[in-house]
């Protein structure tokens, strides 16, 4: 009997570090009722980093992602000064909830792009993927940066 213990608990632990080997620094989570996707992140925290963002690079892979992070929510302003590749901004309050979507930004474009309400996390992917994928205002993001006790998608 203490050997089918072993086993199970074993297995358990297995399944355990399977979800939190997911919820890593290089990657978010983004859920709904449109589905889920998963994107590799470089996280931009300080602001030296967050002022560079993607500036000069000509590609960004296809669920590749830039995420800024920020010390609180507050109301956020991005742009595409300097940036050679379009993209899909999307601004997250503290929770994770997803408070807006600037979509398919424009290359070298200095017009302010705006979050709609407080922001803490703001998520830059390719452009058109956001609809691609059929994100709905109901997307959570989840990331180990996410503040509070609550744990977020994609990690156990």
């Not at 590749?85 to 474009?109: Q, T």
Request: with cysteine; hydrophobic share 45%.
């Amino acid at each position: 009997m203490s050997r089918y213990v072993a086993i199970v608990a074993a297995f358990v632990c297995f399944i355990g570090s399977i979800g939190a080997a997911d919820c890593e620094e290089d990657h978010v989570h983004l859920s709904g009722p449109w589905g889920s996707a998963k994107f590799q992140v470089e996280v931009m925290d300080d602001a030296a980093e967050r002022s560079r963002g993607l500036m000069h690079r000509p590609h960004l892979g296809k669920f590749s992602a830039m995420l800024f992070v920020y010390e609180r929510a507050r109301p956020l302003s991005f742009w595409m000064k300097d940036t050679l590749i379009g993209l899909d901004i999307l601004f997250f309050d503290s929770a994770g909830r997803l408070v807006n979507i600037r979509a398919d930004a424009i290359p070298g474009d200095e017009a302010p792009l705006r979050s709609t309400g407080p922001a803490q996390y703001v998520l830059e992917i390719n452009a058109g993927l956001a609809a691609a994928l059929k994100m709905s205002p109901d997307t959570v993001l989840g990331h180990v940066r996410l503040v509070g006790d609550e744990k977020t998608p994609g990690c156990v």
